[in-house]
């Protein structure tokens, strides 16, 4: 019998074939686990990361899921394999407590722009009730902000104004009020596109918007003001930097390794 996913399966394909984020994360792994280390990953999804895990020596893994249908896949693609199995717990990690001693606990429940996954929040409430981790992954997640100039931008606006236009020629009737709204909904979301390197360029320095210490900062809830200081920015690139280990940093910088994000 073959299982479906009653979730987003592209998303999870796309999360499989992601392997700058993939290689990151087994670069750090490989950097923290030692044999016989105890180690819970949260949000495990198909299971890859805890799989790697255990190749890597580690004598227990533990993977949370909320999701019982992708639990149950990568609980059986995991036994078609050899090697240590994690233990697939298909469970909220808000109510999920180890039956024993941890030595680190990992999670890539990281959203677009870092925190939108909650993982400030996860991470905080876990530790506060399953302690003695010696190490968090990722430990710390830097929010920033940098102006850009992108064609990309303009052809939207391009399109947004054809796209009015054409309904005022076939309708007889203005369509000014309808271009505003759209505009100004374009411009207030978080945009993720991939753009071609010509299509995009730097303007200012990074300026550091946020930085949370994981495990130890409680909310992922924040306000700051940004100053527009280019006269020719006509956007705003936002990105995270997460700290996997000592030696490995993880980013959606435009000049990093292309990951899903």
Request: charge should be negative.
């Amino acid at each position: 019998m073959t299982l479906a996913l009653n979730s987003d399966y592209m998303f999870h394909a796309h999360m499989l074939g992601d392997k700058a984020r993939l290689q990151a994360y087994r670069r750090a792994l490989k950097e923290k686990i030692s044999p016989g280390d105890s180690t819970v990953e949260i949000g495990s999804g198909t299971g890859i990361l805890s799989l790697i895990a255990a190749d890597l020596g580690a004598a227990r893994v533990d993977a949370i899921e909320y999701f019982g249908d992708l639990c149950a896949l990568a609980r059986t693609n995991a036994n078609g394999s050899a090697g240590l199995k994690p233990e697939f717990h298909h469970a909220s990690s808000f109510e999920w407590k180890s039956d024993g001693p941890i030595t680190g606990i990992f999670s890539e429940t990281i959203g677009s722009w870092g925190p939108e996954e909650n993982i400030v929040e996860i991470f905080a409430d876990f530790v506060s009730r399953n302690s003695g981790a010696k190490w968090l992954m990722p430990s710390r997640l830097r929010l920033f902000s940098q102006e850009i100039s992108s064609d990309a931008i303009v052809r939207d606006q391009l399109a947004i104004a054809e796209a009015c236009a054409s309904a005022a020629e076939v309708s007889g009737r203005e369509f000014a009020e309808v271009e505003k709204a759209l505009n100004a909904s374009y411009h207030s979301q978080l945009q993720c596109s991939t753009f071609q390197e010509r299509e995009l360029i730097m303007l200012t320095e990074p300026s550091l918007v946020k930085e949370y210490h994981l495990g130890r900062d409680r909310s992922s809830r924040f306000e700051n003001e940004l100053t527009i200081r280019s006269d020719e920015a006509n956007g705003l690139h936002l990105w995270f930097e997460a700290e996997l280990s000592e030696g490995e940093n993880l980013s959606s910088h435009f000049g990093s390794p292309i990951t899903h994000w």
